[in-house]
Structure formats: structure tokens, C-alpha cells
């Protein structure tokens, strides 16, 4: 910097100055061109003279220029040693701080609450030497909010700040979609929050958003990001033959480009769009999971997480089916895992057990047993009547479709077994959950099974009345094939859940050939005591039926005529003993137990009433 200290003369200094720096006369005239506006997409290009401004420290900015400077203006920690005449022929502020000066010592004035800082205040200068500005989405909100605070309008000079950043912004910024949003995020500045606030931008950008984001899709003509899908092909587009067709704008467009926005303002943007009521309610749910998601992804103190917990907790639709199940669940593990409050947590549980039915297996992995329990038992309540806390006290009967209740029955079979691979699982935790959903209806008792043979296998200290109070969860009538012939060969269940099996298994067998038999049962014979040799044969004889008929279930009436003797001494056997155990243990006793005496004595019957014939 050549000086900074004030030359004399008053006006007809400033002409010198002017005259030395050879300005453009229309910069100090009241004409306004807008051909002088160059457009570059996103951009404004003002002014048309070279950038003269440099540093000579990290905290001085100067104008280099033969005229030596006569004022210097303070912005928060910078200094700018300027010339007046370029401020006053644009700024109606300066014009009423600054008078001019006969003495030799510079004007120094302090501007510490302009919008933007310094870099406002620079934006404002160079647009007052006639230096090149460019305006973009990043700084328009800077500009404009120090250009009104600079008293920078139409009545100080024609084509000023004021008009010019108005224009753009009405004419670019709030016409494109990710400005709108790019513009959106520089209000949350601290140096511009009230300034933007005084002048609405704020407001005029949520309106642009919100706009947009309720637009019909097929009107959607501006680009966005969007990587949640892809097409068949990859990340191109489809062929139809070999011309490369327009993919249909997605409803959620919009969702993925509000993910970068900060909580606050993400909440403004939301809170605006519903107000509209064009978008529907699975889309702005959709919204709140991808924002959750890419949030909770990025990390952050649980401070931060727990803010935005109980924003996207407030933001939520009420209803029902406008949020899906996995997200419900997510949003309540971090609420447990934060401690949000029991009020909170409740309202969440309410909405999963709604719908259960959409959950997944690896979705309840991520909550605590006992939660999932309630969550259960919320489903299982939608059937009974209750209050539905009308003024005139009517009562409200909710029923769940044969559907979902399959749909739950399935995933607590599949969930119990994932969690019986934890050898710390207490049994009352495991068979309390199981007994929950054990009048849902089941396609087959194979889900139950193999949860009892998982824990049984992470168990292997279980008393004998532990072993029959997990077994009792399943039905051996509704075992597949399959499961059958996997449970014979079981070496953990117990014998007389075995046993039981294969009878069922004969039953079922003789239920597709002929009934009869060459082969009659005496009473001395039902009630014969088996041997290990004769139980093993058994097994052998079957898994060997099993072998050759591929397992299909197809059996012929020939050569399925099993050991009725064996199987009838194993029953006889064992009755004594299941009487035994059942006064042990308190409860029902098992489907199996109580079926297979109902099919021992019809069986008997039969085979009594053949012997006879």
C-alpha cells in the first residue's frame, strides 16, 4: 500500500482521484443497464474493472491504486483502507457517518455489525469501485444483507446492491432447486440470521423448497440427487431398443438433497412442506428415514443424536402407515439407548405393535428382549375391545387380519431362535415371548422347533421339567416331514418327545394308504415294555421309509405299516412317567401329551375292533 494517510482538496480531490483511476463514467451516473448483467447459470457477474484489492497482513486490505487512501473502516478484527468517494456515491450509511474532512488524519470508522463480516463489507466495496463481483449462490445472502445495511438502494444510485442481489435471487436462485437450498443454509450464519430474517429470505427460501418439493413430479426439470435406487442396467438408464429412455421422476426426489440441511433448518423445511398437504405422508416419511439414517451414520455426541431424535420424533405423521416398521424401531432403540423419556418411548412402542407384522427378525435384534415382549403384546391387544376414549363412550373393536398375525407368529418363531443362540438367555424370557403368540395361527410348528432345538443346544444343563416346559411351546401334530425326520434323530429332545413324533408321523403316515393291516395289537401287547434296541429300530425303519420316498410325503399303503407294537409300548410306558411330570409342573399340559392318549385309544380301538372282525 502506497499510503494511508488523507490527501486534501474535498471534491475536487475526488475528481482527481477518479481521474486517475481513469473509472468508467456510468459507474458514477444514475444509468442502469442490465445488458451490463452477465448470466452464467448460477452466477451474476457485476462490474467490469479489475479486482485492486490486496492485503499487506492477514488483518489489512487495501486498494492499490496511486491515490493515496483517506479513510479506513474497521470490520470486526480487519482494517480496509479505502476511498470515500466510491462508498458515498453508493452507500446512504456512509453517507451519514462520513462528512468530509479538511484534516490531515485519515476518517477511521467501525462497521462491527455489518451482515457477513468481512467479507460482506468487501463484497459491497468492490461493487462500489466498479470491480468485478461475482454473485453466487454461496454469497447472495451475504450481499444483500450488507447491501442493506449499507443503505445501498434505487434513491442513492440507480442499478445499486439492493436491486441487483433482489433481482437474482428472484430471477436464479429461487427458480432453481439445490440454490434455493444452497442459499437456505448461508441464513444460518450467526452474522446473518437477523438481517436475513428482517428481509425474509428465510421465508422466501422455505416457499422455494416447499414449492418445489410439492410440485408434480413429471414437472420436475431441474436436476437432483438421487442414489437410493438403481436401474437394471446400473446406474444408467435402461435400453429400449438401443435408444436410452427418460426414467420417470421418483415422488421422493427431493428427499436425498435435504439430508445436507442442519436440524433446525431441515425442520423448517418439513414443517413448510406439510403445511402445503401435497406430498403425501409415505414420502415425508420416507424423508425423515433418510435423514435420520445419513445422520445417525455421520456420528456425533449423544447430545446432538438426542436433538435430533426428538425432532424427527415431532416431525413424524401420525399416521399409521406413513412410517415404516424398521424405522419406528430404529428411532426407538437410540430413544432407549438416550434415555429421551418414557413418554416418548411409549408413543413409539404404540406404533410398532401396530403393525408388527412388518417388522423384520434383525430389525427386533436391535432391542431388548423385554421390549420386544411389549411390543407383542401390543399386537396381540389390537384384538380386544377398548375404550376408544369417545366423549359419548363408545367402544371400539379392533381386529388383525388372519394375515398378520401368520406374519408375527413367523417372526417370533424366527426371532426366539436367533435369540437362543445366547447361552445367558434365561428360560422364563425365552418361553414367556414364545407362550405370547402360541394361539396365533401357524402354517407349521417348524419355526418353534427349531428355536427349542437352538436353545436345548446352548442349554445343555436343563433339568427334565425345563426340558418339557420349552417343548410344550411346540405342537408335534403341525411338524413338517422335514422337521420330523430331523427331531427323530434329536439326541437333545427328550425321549418322550420323540416318541411322540413318531406317532404322530404313523398316523399321518396311514392317513394316505389303506388303513388296514394284517397286523392286530393285544392288551398284554399295548402295554409291554420296549426296549432301546426296539427304539432304535424304529428310528431306523422310518428314516429308511423317509429315504426311499425321497421325502415327499407320497407314501403307498405298502411297506408303511409300522411297528404299532413298539410305538404302543413306548406310549404305555411313558404314561406313568407323563403323569409324574405333570404333577411337578404347574400349567396345561402339552398339545402333544394330551393328543397323543386321544389318537393312543382311537388307535387301540381300531385295532382291538380288527382283531375281532
Avoid at 479505502?82 to 458515498?88: A, M
Avoid at 468485478?132 to 454461496?138: I, P, S
Avoid at 442481489?165 to 442459499?183: A, C
Wanted: a positive charge; proline letters at 3%; charged letters at 25%.
Amino acid at each position: 500500500m502506497r499510503s494511508s494517510s488523507f490527501g486534501k482538496g474535498g471534491v475536487s480531490e475526488c475528481l482527481q482521484w477518479r481521474k486517475n483511476l481513469k473509472f468508467i463514467p456510468h459507474f458514477f451516473r444514475t444509468t442502469y443497464n442490465p445488458r451490463s448483467w452477465v448470466f452464467s447459470m448460477k452466477f451474476m457477474k457485476l462490474g467490469s474493472k479489475p479486482d485492486l484489492f490486496q492485503s499487506s497482513s492477514e488483518n489489512t486490505r487495501y486498494v492499490a491504486a496511486e491515490l493515496a487512501t483517506d479513510i479506513i473502516v474497521n470490520v470486526c478484527n480487519v482494517k480496509f483502507y479505502l476511498h470515500k468517494f466510491p462508498l458515498l456515491s453508493k452507500s446512504g450509511r456512509f453517507q451519514k457517518m462520513m462528512t468530509i474532512s479538511h484534516d490531515e488524519n485519515a476518517i477511521e470508522i467501525d462497521l462491527h455489525e455489518i451482515p457477513g463480516g468481512p467479507g460482506g463489507f468487501e463484497i459491497c466495496a468492490k461493487f462500489c469501485y466498479g470491480m468485478t463481483v461475482t454473485l453466487n449462490a454461496y454469497n447472495v445472502v451475504v450481499a444483500r444483507c450488507a447491501a442493506e445495511y449499507l443503505e445501498m438502494h434505487e434513491t442513492i444510485d440507480k442499478g445499486n446492491l439492493v436491486y441487483k442481489t433482489e433481482v437474482f435471487l428472484d430471477s436464479s436462485i429461487f427458480r432453481t432447486w439445490k440454490d434455493s437450498i444452497i442459499v437456505f443454509q448461508t441464513t444460518k450464519s450467526l452474522l446473518l440470521t437477523s438481517s436475513s430474517d428482517e428481509l425474509k429470505i428465510v421465508n422466501r427460501c422455505l416457499d422455494s423448497i416447499a414449492s418445489k418439493a410439492s410440485m408434480d413430479p413429471c414437472k420436475v426439470e431441474w436436476s437432483y440427487t438421487y442414489n437410493r435406487t438403481k436401474s437394471e442396467n446400473g446406474n444408467e438408464t435402461p435400453l429400449y431398443n438401443g435408444v436410452r429412455k427418460q426414467v420417470m421422476v421418483p415422488k421422493d426426489w427431493w428427499v436425498e438433497d435435504l439430508c445436507e440441511l442442519p436440524v433446525d433448518l431441515y425442520k423448517k423445511v418439513i414443517t413448510t412442506i406439510r403445511g402445503k398437504g401435497k406430498v403425501s405422508l409415505d414420502v415425508l416419511g420416507e424423508s425423515l428415514k433418510a435423514y435420520t439414517q445419513k445422520r445417525l451414520k455421520n456420528g456425533g455426541d449423544d447430545v446432538k443424536i438426542r436433538s435430533l431424535i426428538e425432532t424427527i420424533m415431532f416431525l413424524l405423521p401420525k399416521e399409521k402407515t406413513s412410517v415404516s416398521c424398521d424405522f419406528l424401531i430404529q428411532l426407538l432403540h437410540e430413544s432407549v439407548r438416550l434415555d429421551c423419556g418414557e413418554t416418548r418411548r411409549r408413543e413409539l412402542g404404540q406404533r410398532i405393535g401396530q403393525q408388527l407384522q412388518n417388522a423384520s427378525v434383525s430389525d427386533l435384534m436391535n432391542l431388548d428382549v423385554d421390549l420386544v415382549q411389549e411390543l407383542v403384546k401390543i399386537f396381540m391387544m389390537q384384538d380386544q375391545i377398548a375404550d376408544n376414549g369417545d366423549e359419548h363412550g363408545f367402544l371400539e373393536v379392533k381386529f388383525v387380519d388372519s394375515a398378520s398375525k401368520v406374519k408375527v407368529a413367523k417372526l417370533i418363531d424366527c426371532y426366539v431362535a436367533e435369540i437362543a443362540k445366547n447361552p445367558d438367555l434365561p428360560l422364563l424370557k425365552f418361553t414367556d415371548l414364545a407362550e405370547i403368540v402360541s394361539t396365533l395361527p401357524r402354517i407349521s410348528h417348524d419355526g418353534i422347533y427349531r428355536a427349542i432345538d437352538t436353545f436345548l443346544k446352548e442349554h445343555p444343563g436343563m433339568s427334565k421339567i425345563e426340558k418339557k416346559r420349552v417343548c410344550r411351546l411346540m405342537d408335534c401334530r403341525k411338524l413338517s416331514s422335514e422337521a420330523c425326520m430331523h427331531a427323530i434323530q434329536n439326541e437333545r429332545l427328550p425321549l418322550r418327545i420323540v416318541v411322540q413324533i413318531l406317532f404322530f408321523e404313523q398316523i399321518r403316515a396311514g392317513s394316505h394308504g389303506s388303513s388296514r393291516s394284517g397286523t392286530t395289537n393285544t392288551e398284554e401287547e399295548w402295554d409291554s415294555v420296549p426296549t432301546s434296541e426296539e427304539l432304535k429300530s424304529l428310528k431306523g425303519e422310518f428314516g429308511s421309509l423317509r429315504i426311499k420316498d425321497g421325502g415327499n410325503g407320497n407314501r403307498k399303503a405298502k411297506g408303511m405299516v409300522m411297528s404299532t407294537r413298539i410305538l404302543s409300548k413306548l406310549f404305555s410306558s411313558k404314561d406313568k412317567d407323563s403323569d409324574n411330570e405333570s404333577s411337578e409342573t404347574s400349567g396345561s399340559p402339552s398339545p402333544c401329551s394330551t393328543n397323543v392318549r386321544e389318537i393312543k385309544s382311537n388307535t387301540g380301538s381300531r385295532s382291538r375292533r380288527r382283531s375281532t372282525s
